[in-house]
């Protein structure tokens, strides 16, 4: 069922340069969407962050005939809205500080229950790209691992990525640096009216938006948000696919790189991220497996019924009594160990199946 502020959150993301951090500051000071318009200038300036410029945007009425005439689009060709108050926005992309407050698909549902990978890198992409593409995620079919691959729908590794998912009947997300009105490359629209039919095509832009520069990188931090990792096939030593690796990076999330050859153009972006310690290697499947902990075996394993806890596990898990998802800095501070010593701790809980790490490294006692 839409959400029925859902006019109002349009005008609010309608208004130029707000962007999703300051709507979020300005709908939690105005206690609900239902009050933003109601705050009067006064109310509007008090707010840090806020001056003259954006607070006259805010109190302009033109941002609703936007958001009418978007509605309209909507209604018309079906869009999917979700916004980040909703039950269905999805968990991973949540973490994210700067994810968007609202945004549309078309095409299957986002769902919290499965594994997402994004696949990025070069549009010049080489053969050599294009079948690791092919061989990685036939082999994520093959181990059994119900994953979602995510990419840009670009030239070169993106739209390799998503031809790869489906051969595999893998379901596949296209995030776009543009409205749902159009198509770039509109060479790429046949692949992307197959994917609506086991994925999704997914933009935080208005209609009538077009892709520029700055849009591709704003919508390089959906593809790192919603992944559980971020693979970067092939890059050069600038572009994209470094900037999603660096956001996913940014919000706690692992990052792979595959290696090349020594002074291939398309493998220096790789190479370094790999030298510098921002990405792990990546040669095949079981690299993923290893480092995300994704067993290919699904069969339940037998929890043993007494666990032998150390005093200083004991008084951890002491932060967990409420059942509460907790962030590493969160377990220090309310622990009062160090980091060093927390991390130790976390990861022998979470060996002896006491304590679980998910996506955004946030933990939870099982």
Same mark, same amino acid.
Request: aromatic share 8%; with cysteine; charged share 25%.
């Given at each position: 069922?839409?959400?029925?502020?859902?006019?109002?959150?349009?005008?609010?993301?309608?208004?130029?340069?707000?962007?999703?951090?300051?709507?979020?500051?300005?709908?939690?000071?105005?206690?609900?969407?239902?009050?933003?318009?109601?705050?009067?200038?006064?109310?509007?300036?008090?707010?840090? =962050?806020?001056?003259?410029?954006?607070?006259? *945007?805010?109190?302009?009425? $033109? /941002?609703?005939?936007? +958001?009418?005439?978007? %509605? @309209?689009?909507?209604?018309?060709?079906?869009?999917?809205?979700?916004?980040?108050?909703?039950?269905?926005?999805?968990?991973?992309?949540?973490?994210?500080?700067?994810?968007?407050?609202?945004?549309?698909?078309?095409?299957?549902?986002?769902?919290?229950?499965?594994?997402?990978?994004?696949?990025?890198?070069?549009?010049?992409?080489?053969?050599?790209?294009?079948?690791?593409?092919?061989?990685?995620?036939?082999?994520?079919?093959?181990?059994?691992?119900?994953?979602?691959?995510?990419?840009?729908?670009?030239?070169?590794?993106?739209?390799?990525?998503?031809?790869?998912?489906?051969?595999?009947?893998?379901?596949?997300? =296209?995030?776009?640096?543009?409205?749902?009105? *159009?198509?770039?490359?509109? $060479? /790429?629209?046949?692949? +992307?009216?197959?994917? %609506? @039919?086991?994925?999704?095509?997914?933009?935080?832009?208005?209609?009538?938006?077009?892709?520029?520069?700055?849009?591709?990188?704003?919508?390089?931090?959906?593809?790192?948000?919603?992944?559980?990792?971020?693979?970067?096939?092939?890059?050069?030593?600038?572009?994209?696919?470094?900037?999603?690796?660096?956001?996913?990076?940014?919000?706690?999330?692992?990052?792979?790189?595959?290696?090349?050859?020594?002074?291939?153009?398309?493998?220096?972006?790789?190479?370094?991220?790999?030298?510098?310690?921002?990405?792990?290697?990546?040669?095949?499947?079981?690299?993923?497996?290893?480092?995300?902990?994704?067993?290919?075996?699904?069969?339940?394993?037998?929890?043993?019924?007494?666990?032998?806890?150390?005093?200083?596990?004991?008084?951890?898990?002491?932060?967990?009594?409420?059942?509460?998802?907790?962030?590493?800095?969160?377990?220090?501070?309310?622990?009062?160990?160090?980091?060093?010593?927390?991390?130790?701790?976390?990861?022998?809980?979470?060996?002896?199946?006491?304590?679980?790490?998910?996506?955004?490294?946030?933990?939870?006692?099982?």
């Amino acid at each position: 069922m839409p959400n029925p502020n859902i006019r109002d959150y349009l005008a609010l993301m309608a208004i130029p340069r707000i962007g999703s951090i300051n709507s979020r500051k300005l709908i939690a000071y105005a206690q609900g969407i239902e009050n933003v318009f109601k705050l009067s200038r006064k109310d509007l300036l008090k707010i840090p =962050g806020f001056g003259n410029q954006i607070v006259e *945007q805010i109190l302009s009425n $033109k /941002h609703f005939q936007l +958001a009418d005439k978007e %509605l @309209e689009f909507i209604e018309k060709y079906k869009i999917k809205v979700t916004i980040f108050f909703d039950d269905d926005y999805p968990y991973r992309l949540k973490q994210s500080d700067d994810c968007p407050l609202l945004y549309f698909s078309r095409g299957q549902a986002i769902s919290d229950n499965r594994k997402y990978l994004s696949v990025v890198g070069t549009r010049n992409a080489t053969q050599r790209g294009i079948d690791f593409c092919n061989k990685l995620i036939s082999e994520l079919k093959q181990s059994g691992h119900d994953v979602v691959i995510v990419s840009g729908l670009a030239f070169g590794i993106d739209i390799a990525a998503h031809k790869a998912a489906l051969k595999e009947n893998l379901p596949t997300i =296209g995030i776009l640096a543009h409205g749902l009105d *159009q198509l770039y490359p509109a $060479k /790429h629209r046949d692949v +992307a009216t197959q994917m %609506l @039919e086991q994925g999704a095509v997914v933009s935080e832009f208005f209609s009538g938006m077009f892709p520029d520069k700055n849009n591709f990188i704003r919508r390089n931090r959906i593809i790192a948000g919603l992944s559980d990792a971020t693979i970067v096939v092939e890059s050069g030593t600038t572009g994209g696919s470094l900037i999603t690796a660096n956001l996913a990076n940014s919000y706690s999330r692992d990052v792979f790189a595959v290696p090349g050859r020594l002074g291939d153009k398309y493998s220096l972006g790789c190479n370094k991220l790999i030298k510098t310690n921002r990405a792990a290697l990546l040669e095949s499947v079981a690299d993923i497996e290893y480092l995300l902990g994704w067993n290919r075996n699904t069969e339940p394993k037998q929890k043993e019924l007494f666990v032998n806890l150390t005093k200083e596990e004991e008084q951890l898990l002491t932060v967990f009594e409420n059942g509460e998802e907790l962030n590493i800095d969160t377990i220090c501070r309310e622990s009062e160990f160090t980091m060093a010593k927390v991390s130790a701790l976390l990861l022998n809980l979470e060996f002896s199946g006491v304590i679980k790490c998910l996506p955004g490294k946030i933990f939870v006692k099982i």
